[in-house]
Nanobody
C-alpha cells in the first residue's frame, strides 16, 4: 500500500554532516506528520524530529540546534539535515509517516521505512 524509502545514511567523522531523505509512495491520500526516529544498539527507539503538514516541528532535546527537519509536500518527502554529529548520534534512523490512505472509507495509518544506518566515528 505505502512504501517509505530512506537514503543518505553512512559513516561520518565527529563534527561532520549528513542529510537523510525519505520518500513516501503508494496509495496515499494525504500525509499528516512525518518524522525521524532512531534506535541505537541496546536502546529503545526514540523520536529525533517530526514535522506536520503545516510545517510545525518538534525535536528531541539532544539534537536541538544541530538537526533540521523539513519536508516537500509535493514530493511526499521528508529530510533530516544533521550537523555537528556526535558519536552518540550513531544509530539506525527510521522514517515514519502518519497518513490517510487513498481508499474508501478513508483510512488512517502509520508506516515505517526500513531504516538507514548512521555511524559517527573517527
Amino acid at each position: 500500500q505505502v512504501q517509505l524509502v530512506e537514503s543518505g545514511g553512512g559513516l561520518v567523522q565527529p563534527g561532520g554532516s549528513l542529510r537523510l531523505s525519505c520518500a513516501a509512495s503508494g496509495s496515499i491520500f494525504s500525509i499528516n506528520a512525518m518524522g525521524w526516529y532512531r534506535q541505537a544498539p541496546g536502546k529503545q527507539r526514540e523520536l529525533v524530529a517530526a514535522i506536520t503538514s503545516g510545517g510545525s516541528t518538534n525535536y528531541a532535546d539532544s539534537v536541538k540546534g544541530r538537526f533540521t527537519i523539513s519536508r516537500d509536500n509535493a514530493k511526499n518527502t521528508v529530510y533530516l539535515q544533521m550537523n555537528s554529529l556526535k558519536p552518540e548520534d550513531t544509530a539506525v534512523y527510521y522514517c515514519n509517516a502518519d497518513l490517510f490512505l487513498r481508499v474508501v472509507p478513508r483510512t488512517r495509518g502509520e508506516f515505517w521505512g526500513q531504516g538507514t544506518q548512521v555511524t559517527v566515528s573517527s
